[in-house]
């Protein structure tokens, strides 16, 4: 004979919410909120690259035989600048070395390097030097990687809203797998409401175990999301520069997560059910 | 202590009601037999006494409390002071016999050690105290019977609740069950007995009160 259920468990929840579906069927929710955060992560890398780098520089060209010096120091004091340079022959050389060759014997036009505090004040930098320094030439590369940055920031949204996805199909698990364990233990539950247990009492039990298995599913969910997200971090790193940090923080936050899903889901669908007692 | 005024209970709307004009009182520390063909409502009248439903119309006070018109939050805490033996026992299968019987402590909020020490002096006096490790699966109908009473009793109620508790009993069971249950009442607890048996109420002469299609024929 079956060793007696221990006292903190009066419901017989061992037994009735047990198995491996409910576990894996989260751990399967939290590989792939794991990814989603993962996803949104490495897209916010790329945006913020984006935006703060290549996106946020222009390049001038001046008329012939304008002194870039003084121009840049105009171009600085335009809002939205955060540095303008004068680019001397050296550096123009050195730039168009890959494509040219030696380029220290050309006529090479005065340039100068602007980098903007954010990419969307590109437009009205350019505006801005078009009027200071008439007959200049902006050079707007920042236009499609905004475009690209664009890209990434509504890869991210796309992210979140999986990751939003994924917690209501979670949610809509748990409140099942309460459901079965309430029709499992019906007479069980029916007894102890009518012994006095409160609803709070009988529905704390059933939370307690459904959080419990949550956040067993969600630990090996998470666990398994690891060398996916490591592989992911490895391909992006061409991408990101330094590669993906892993969002470590949010990737265990997922655990409790779960755990508090669970916890709330189950209670609020005993105490649904218990308001059909007297 | 149970005062019932007018009291219906219908189950479905358009159905002829369980109970239907039900008037009486029971004082404290009362010992009533409540007896009745099949049908003739007295598990209605117990799953109203025990709070198991409320009634359709009129007034029910038990322990003080008006039933009728309590919140819904307020009747655990009473029914924690209702002892209910069950026809069919309704004890726990997964749990032991030690834990059924601590469970209504259990539901109170009792200190593990004290609740352990209750239990166990409960089921010695129904004369259970060698099987209190067992399931219940394990116990003849007899011995369920008698863990049903210990659970029932080992809160020490204020309204002890009995339907049928003999049925699964022979002779001297079923007498030595009556006995815990007068002593029960000797200590103070008001106890309502449902019974089919007219030897039992011919040997332990109580009050009783007789229903007839959900109707009280007499009480006295």
């Not at chain 2, 019932?4 to 002829?16: A, P």
Request: aromatic share 4%; hydrophobic share 50%.
């Amino acid at each position: 004979m079956a060793k007696p259920a221990r006292v903190r468990d009066p419901l017989g929840l061992r037994r009735a919410v047990s198995g491996w579906l409910l576990p894996a069927l989260v751990a399967a929710m939290a590989l792939l909120a794991a990814i989603a955060l993962g996803g949104a992560e490495a897209a916010e890398a790329l945006a913020r690259r984006w935006e703060g780098g290549a996106a946020a520089a222009m390049l001038v060209q001046l008329q012939p035989g304008l002194d870039p010096v003084p121009a840049a120091e105009q171009v600085a004091t335009l809002p939205g600048v955060a540095e303008a340079i004068a680019m001397d022959r050296e550096r123009l050389s050195a730039l168009l070395h890959p494509w040219l060759g030696d380029a220290s014997g050309l006529p090479l036009p005065p340039m100068i390097e602007v980098r903007l505090t954010h990419v969307r004040e590109a437009d009205i930098v350019a505006q801005g030097i078009a009027e200071m320094l008439p007959g200049a030439q902006v050079e707007q590369h920042g236009v499609w990687v905004a475009r690209l940055s664009a890209l990434a920031r509504s890869l991210q949204a796309m992210a979140w809203m999986t990751l939003a996805l994924v917690g209501g199909l979670a949610t809509a698990i748990l409140a099942v797998a309460t459901r079965a364990g309430i029709a499992a233990r019906r007479d069980t539950i029916t007894i102890l409401h009518e012994l006095g247990a409160t609803d709070g009492t009988i529905a704390r039990h059933f939370a307690k175990r459904v959080a419990w298995l949550a956040a067993c599913g969600a630990s090996i969910g998470v666990a398994e999301a690891l060398p996916l997200l490591f592989a992911l971090g490895r391909m992006a790193s061409p991408l990101l520069g330094d590669g993906l940090e892993m969002p470590w923080l949010a990737l265990l936050a997922l655990i409790p997560a779960a755990a508090l899903i669970a916890w709330f889901t189950a209670l609020s669908a005993v105490r649904m059910w218990l308001k059909r007692l007297p | 202590m149970v005062r019932l005024e007018d009291i219906t209970l219908s189950y479905r709307r358009g159905e002829n009601p369980a109970l239907a004009g039900l008037s009486f009182a029971l004082e404290a520390g009362s010992f009533t037999w409540l007896m009745g063909a099949s049908g003739a409502g007295k598990s209605s009248l117990l799953k109203l006494l025990q709070l198991s439903v409320r009634p359709t119309a009129g007034r029910l006070t038990v322990l003080g409390t008006a039933v009728h018109t309590a919140r819904r939050r307020a009747l655990p805490g009473l029914r924690r002071r209702i002892g209910i033996v069950f026809q069919d026992f309704r004890l726990l299968p997964h749990l032991s016999v030690l834990e059924n019987v601590a469970l209504p402590l259990r539901i109170a909020g009792r200190r593990e050690v004290q609740l352990r020490a209750d239990a166990e002096e409960m089921l010695r006096w129904v004369g259970l105290g060698h099987r209190m490790e067992d399931r219940p699966e394990a116990l003849s109908g007899g011995e369920q019977q008698r863990v049903a009473l210990a659970r029932a009793v080992v809160a020490r109620p204020a309204l002890l609740l009995a339907d049928e508790p003999t049925s699964h009993l022979d002779e001297p069971q079923a007498r030595r069950v009556v006995s815990l249950l007068q002593e029960m009442q000797r200590l103070g607890t008001t106890v309502v007995v449902a019974t089919h048996s007219p030897n039992l109420i011919q040997d332990f002469p109580a009050p009783i009160l007789q229903l007839h299609q959900g109707r009280l024929l007499s009480h006295g």
